[in-house]
């Protein structure tokens, strides 16, 4: 893990002062990274994934930017729930409605991430958040709840999503619209083991897990890569924003037995229990893992 005591710089974004780690990816190549030196870095099985994606600049609220963000190593975390479509309806906005597997029953989700190598340089994240409908439709197709769980595609709405990290912060807040704020959190994912702790404003815990992962399977790259599509809105206008993964190496165990989650105090726990989950029935590892984050785009969303 980085070491605390490393040295920082002072960048802007959109007017907001941050600190990134002097002489990392982003001080010295401010989203434009060369892909030919992260290649080289160990932690990094390799670049190909992203060699097809070409950066494109872009005005956004925090100034002009490169878009996508890339992500050259991660682990993710996610234990999926059942909940009551009516607890679930009452967090989130009219434009959206939940994603149900059954009458009366929809998905909220849990997540932790570990970003080791990205553009922005290393930071940690955890979200709550809830499977919605894709806007595109009113209506709810086969295909659209098949791809969901088996994490091929997911629409979603989150409602909590902590960072450890300043420019995540401002980026994701001010120029995705995220509801991000900076918050000591720590999330560690391999092979054995997988825990996170999130904490709250108190220093005490508003969430953490602890859980043995799933065994793992490991995959090409480029042959499973799965997308997710979070709306948001950015003063009066809703935008979606994709994000594609290229997963390497993952496991899934269904209606997980030695799985502990603790449920806290704090923002993240306050949006959890909100949504009365009833039950947890997938717990989803990824040990290594690749990213590519597009800002923001307009999007058309019905109304109920």
């Excluded at 969430?207 to 399977?217: I, N």
């Excluded at 009066?236 to 806290?264: C, F, M, Y």
């Excluded at 306050?270 to 947890?280: A, F, G, K, Y």
């Excluded at 040990?287 to 058309?300: D, F, R, Y």
Aim: with cysteine.
């Amino acid at each position: 893990m980085p070491s605390t005591q490393q040295e920082t710089v002072t960048v802007d974004l959109g007017g907001r002062t941050v600190t990134v780690p002097k002489g990392g990816l982003y001080d010295r190549y401010r989203m434009d990274t060369d892909l030919d030196e992260v290649a080289r870095d160990p932690r990094v099985s390799g670049v190909d994934f992203f060699r097809p994606l070409p950066k494109t600049r872009v005005e956004s609220p925090i100034g002009a930017t490169l878009t996508p963000n890339f992500y050259y190593r991660i682990s993710t975390a996610r234990i999926t729930m059942l909940a009551r479509s009516r607890a679930i309806r009452s967090r989130l906005p009219g434009e959206l409605a939940p994603l149900e597997v059954a009458p009366g029953l929809g998905l909220v989700s849990v997540m932790f991430f570990r970003y080791d190598v990205c553009d922005i340089d290393f930071y940690t994240e955890a979200a709550v958040g809830i499977a919605v409908k894709p806007a595109r439709h009113g209506k709810l197709g086969l295909v659209d709840l098949v791809a969901a769980l088996k994490n091929e595609h997911l629409d979603s709405y989150v409602l909590s999503l902590p960072v450890s990290t300043e420019i995540a912060q401002v980026r994701g807040h001010d120029g995705y619209g995220f509801p991000k704020w900076v918050t000591a959190l720590d999330v560690d994912i391999d092979a054995r083991r997988t825990t996170a702790h999130v904490a709250n404003d108190h220093g005490g815990t508003d969430l953490a897990l602890s859980a043995p992962t799933p065994g793992q399977t490991a995959h090409p790259s480029g042959s499973r890569v799965s997308a997710l599509t979070s709306y948001t809105s950015i003063g009066d206008a809703w935008h979606s924003t994709l994000s594609q993964t290229n997963v390497l190496s993952a496991g899934t165990e269904l209606i997980p037995r030695k799985l502990a989650l603790r449920v806290g105090e704090g923002r993240m726990a306050d949006d959890l229990r909100s949504l009365r989950p009833v039950r947890t029935i997938q717990f989803d590892v990824v040990t290594e893992g690749q990213l590519a984050l597009h800002m923001p785009v307009p999007t058309s969303v019905r109304g109920r």
